[in-house]
């Protein structure tokens, strides 16, 4: 019994503090706007007002935060012994506005920040579903989708039906989704060019903010590819070309990397770990802890 009560009691605890304890948050980000937000609440999840992104930064201060690249962070998280609370924002995906208004507002907050880049979203090739999805959405009153006539009237209408379709596409690769937006007769690629030009960050923009050093780029695959569901062949190519191609074109060494969806497997770490990345980050779970396998490392949302 004693020698329960000592392990139980003392020695974890002990690891806990030595081993296991939070050493701070990794925020994870997609779009920072300036007054409009997107209609349908799914989409709004993916945006944080410019003056919350300041309120997020002034609260993490005020508990005792410091700000740091994520260079830092990880050598913080490896180091054996440390007292310091740290935090640094990630961006997923590479929407425009993280070079148009965060950037700027970052800059003069003094707050490293990483950008994870989907090179189809830089290349101005990116299937912009969820945004095509609510566009069609919002600008009629009832809408026939597989067969079965919508009547959405109301905001809540639109929301449900945007629910469902969300939930039906999310599993699909973007070749059906497509398909399937092209079958119940939305004009795609007039829609979905219309969102690329207006949100998607281009190579200039991503080559002016890359080359300060308060910017931190990592890969976000090639075509966001949820890496679990592709072939070997498929996702060693996401995970090396969206390496390659942001180091020659920004000229810098890439070695972090976000799993589309938060997406991860045995498979896909191994391979990350192959390919030379250094760690790999989630798109959930709170704070860092110091014994997190590098390649799963969690992530805080600010808005849950
Ligand atoms: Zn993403």
Do not use: G, I, V
């Given at each position: 019994m004693k020698l329960l009560y000592f392990i139980k009691d003392i020695l974890r605890p002990l690891y806990n503090k030595l081993f296991r304890y939070y050493i701070g948050d990794v925020i994870v980000l997609h779009r920072v706007v300036d007054g409009e937000q997107s209609k349908a609440t799914k989409n709004k999840l993916l945006e944080i007002q410019k003056n919350e992104l300041v309120q997020l930064i002034n609260q993490y201060r005020n508990d005792g935060y410091e700000f740091v690249s994520l260079d830092v962070f990880m050598k913080e998280k490896n180091r054996l012994f440390t007292n310091k609370r740290i935090a640094t924002i990630t961006f997923d995906d590479g929407y425009r506005d993280n070079y148009a208004i965060a950037y700027p507002l970052l800059k003069e907050l003094k707050a490293p920040f990483s950008v994870f880049i989907s090179i189809d979203i830089i290349e101005q090739k990116a299937a912009l579903w969820w945004y095509v999805l609510e566009d069609i959405l919002w600008s009629q009153k009832e809408i026939i989708l597989d067969g079965k006539t919508y009547t959405i009237n109301t905001d809540e209408e639109k929301n449900d039906v945007f629910d469902i379709v969300h939930a039906k596409l999310s599993g699909l690769d973007t070749k059906d989704t497509v398909s399937w937006f092209k079958k119940n007769g939305v004009d795609w690629d007039t829609i979905n060019t219309k969102y690329i030009k207006s949100i998607c960050m281009t190579w200039s923009e991503l080559q002016a903010i890359a080359k300060d050093s308060l910017c931190t780029v990592g890969s976000h695959t090639l075509t966001h590819?949820?890496?679990?569901?592709?072939s070997t062949d498929v996702r060693i190519n996401e995970l090396k070309q969206s390496k390659s191609i942001l180091e020659e074109r920004l000229n810098c060494n890439v070695h972090f990397i976000t799993y589309p969806y938060g997406a991860c497997s045995a498979e896909v770490e191994s391979d990350v770990r192959k390919i030379g990345y250094a760690a790999g980050f989630l798109s959930r779970g709170g704070s860092v802890r110091k014994d997190q396998n590098r390649y799963r490392i969690t992530r805080t949302k600010w808005n849950q």
């Open positions: 590819a949820r890496l679990p569901l592709q």
